[in-house]
């Protein structure tokens, strides 16, 4: 079946440090979305990429559609607290939208 | 907050009974979209309903059913529950529906934790 496929799994990272995680797919996606879910939460939509090349950001993060259509990148600058949580790529593909396993994201104290 | 609420927080089931999970979506949303997540993963997608008829459905066996209303809340229903069926049920709502490759944002409820024992 369709697969998007996260990386890291996990990140452990110091307060203020800069965070990049990708997502990859082996088809192509017309729609790359990014979501974060804290605990005992749905998750909350970040950023939408339609188009092959976008650069999007979105405060502190920024998102990228890759020009293959088959990758999408995430990155937070500087870090904090708040940031600890889930992150979830996604797109729509037929009548569904697909999910990512997600990346783990911890800021050590 | 999205404004989309799902009832009850948690359920304790055991194997083989039935459950009902209640969504009520954001106001002007006609659409819901209901989400399996097990621990560990990534939401998956079960069904999707538009104006009351469902509107597209992952792989998911028929015991899984659901309803939409015509004020556009929606509910699963699962049948013969199995210890696999233990997970956080999410719904989302959006203004239109996912088709074709494309989609609307699409808001989450807090979900509703289920464990089958």
């Known amino acids: 079946g369709q697969q998007l496929n996260q990386s890291p799994q996990s990140m452990f990272i110091q307060e203020g440090e800069d965070v990049s995680m990708n997502c990859t797919s082996s088809s192509i996606f017309n729609t790359w979305l990014w979501y974060k879910q804290d605990p005992g939460e749905g998750p909350v939509l970040l950023i939408a990429?339609?188009?092959?090349?976008e650069l999007t950001s979105n405060g502190r993060l920024t998102a990228q559609f890759g020009i293959t259509r088959k990758d999408s990148f995430l990155n937070i600058s500087a870090s904090i607290p708040s940031d600890v949580g889930i992150y979830f790529c996604?797109?729509?593909?037929?009548?569904?939208?697909?999910f990512g396993k997600g990346t783990r994201l911890h800021i050590l104290p | 907050e999205t404004g989309v609420t799902q009832s009850p927080t948690h359920l304790i089931k055991t194997r083989g009974q039935q459950v009902t999970l209640r969504c009520s979506s954001q106001?002007?949303?006609?659409?819901v979209s209901w989400y399996q997540q097990a621990l560990g993963q990534g939401p998956q997608f079960i069904f999707q309903?538009?104006?009351?008829?469902?509107?597209g459905r992952g792989n998911f066996p028929p015991r899984f059913s659901g309803l939409q209303f015509p004020n556009y809340s929606s509910e699963l229903n699962v049948n013969a529950l199995e210890l696999d069926d233990s997970a956080l049920y999410l719904c989302?709502?959006?203004?239109?529906?996912?088709?074709?490759?494309?989609?609307?944002?699409?808001?989450f409820g807090p979900g509703t934790r289920l464990t089958v024992l």
């Open positions: 996604a797109g729509p593909r037929d009548d569904k939208i697909i």
């Open positions: 990429l339609y188009k092959a090349g």
């Open positions: 309903y538009y104006r009351e008829e469902e509107n």
């Open positions: 989302a709502s959006s203004l239109v529906p996912v088709q074709a490759g494309w989609t609307d944002t699409q808001y």
């Open positions: 106001s002007g949303h006609n659409t």
